[in-house]
């Protein structure tokens, strides 16, 4: 027997807690920011989605109305677990196996997800003194002939200088150990500086559990 996720998740609070994220001091309406608002049924697909009339400019609204949410043909519960996935680093295809989704789906939730995020975000000014890391950049002559040439004569020369005394090729050896040496220890170097930021990133930026969630939906539901 299969256990669908899905089915462990009630709409109704999934609609609650959006009210409660995205309201926290009574429902406003997107267009105007009035307050005089007034309940105007439920949605006819979506029973739990609540429908509301702003007596200041006439216009009627939704729970879902200018988020990211509003406009998918894909239920509440299916982003909200969707965003709660994320929270736990797992791929687009385990969401998708999770969700009963195609992996296409689940990328595009996943982006418009973390797009939303990122629109939401005040631009950043640096200010005073700043301080930027190294960044190592392996480039390839693919599309330029001529620097193919130039590397592929490289060995050649050096090879000659070498063969000039055995002091010299003693001279070039040791240099090519020390440099493959120096490029061991910056490697190393920049694998734990990258899981060094893997780890904060995860432990900041995708926290796990209902606290996690609840900081995505809010930041998702934000003016």
Same mark, same amino acid.
């Given at each position: 027997?299969?256990?669908?996720?899905?089915?462990? =998740?009630? #709409?109704?609070?999934?609609?609650?807690?959006? !009210?409660?994220? !995205?309201?926290?001091?009574?429902?406003?309406?997107?267009?105007?920011?009035?307050?005089? &608002?007034? $309940?105007?049924?439920?949605?006819?697909?979506?029973?739990?989605?609540?429908?509301?009339?702003?007596?200041?400019?006439?216009?009627?609204?939704?729970?879902?109305?200018?988020?990211?949410?509003?406009?998918? +043909?894909?239920?509440?519960?299916?982003?909200?677990?969707?965003?709660?996935?994320?929270?736990?680093?797992?791929?687009?295809?385990? =969401?998708?196996?999770?969700?009963?989704?195609?992996?296409?789906?689940?990328?595009?939730?996943?982006?418009?997800?973390?797009?939303?995020?990122?629109?939401?975000?005040?631009? =950043?000014?640096?200010?005073?003194?700043?301080?930027?890391?190294? &960044?190592? &950049?392996?480039? *390839? +002559? $693919? *599309?330029?002939?001529?620097?193919?040439?130039?590397?592929?004569?490289?060995?050649?020369?050096?090879?000659?200088?070498?063969?000039?005394?055995?002091?010299?090729?003693?001279?070039?050896?040791?240099?090519?150990?020390?440099?493959?040496?120096?490029?061991?220890?910056?490697?190393? #170097?920049?694998? $734990? !500086?990258?899981?060094?930021?893997?780890?904060?990133?995860?432990?900041?930026?995708?926290?796990? *559990? +209902?606290?996690?969630? +609840?900081?995505?939906?809010?930041?998702?539901?934000?003016?």
């Amino acid at each position: 027997m299969t256990i669908s996720i899905q089915r462990l =998740i009630d #709409d109704a609070k999934c609609y609650e807690m959006v !009210r409660e994220l !995205r309201w926290p001091d009574g429902v406003t309406c997107p267009h105007c920011s009035g307050h005089e &608002v007034v $309940k105007n049924g439920h949605d006819t697909t979506e029973r739990d989605r609540q429908r509301y009339c702003c007596s200041t400019c006439r216009r009627s609204f939704d729970d879902l109305t200018d988020t990211v949410f509003a406009g998918h +043909h894909q239920p509440l519960r299916v982003w909200m677990l969707c965003s709660y996935l994320m929270g736990l680093n797992l791929s687009n295809l385990q =969401i998708a196996r999770e969700l009963s989704l195609s992996e296409t789906q689940a990328q595009e939730m996943a982006t418009q997800l973390r797009q939303s995020i990122v629109d939401r975000q005040e631009p =950043i000014t640096l200010e005073g003194e700043v301080e930027c890391d190294e &960044v190592y &950049v392996v480039a *390839g +002559h $693919k *599309g330029h002939p001529e620097a193919v040439k130039k590397r592929a004569k490289r060995p050649q020369a050096t090879f000659e200088r070498g063969a000039w005394s055995r002091h010299s090729c003693e001279r070039e050896a040791t240099y090519f150990r020390n440099d493959s040496a120096r490029r061991k220890r910056r490697d190393a #170097d920049a694998r $734990k !500086r990258s899981a060094k930021d893997n780890s904060a990133h995860h432990r900041v930026g995708h926290c796990p *559990g +209902h606290d996690g969630l +609840h900081r995505r939906v809010r930041h998702l539901l934000s003016p």
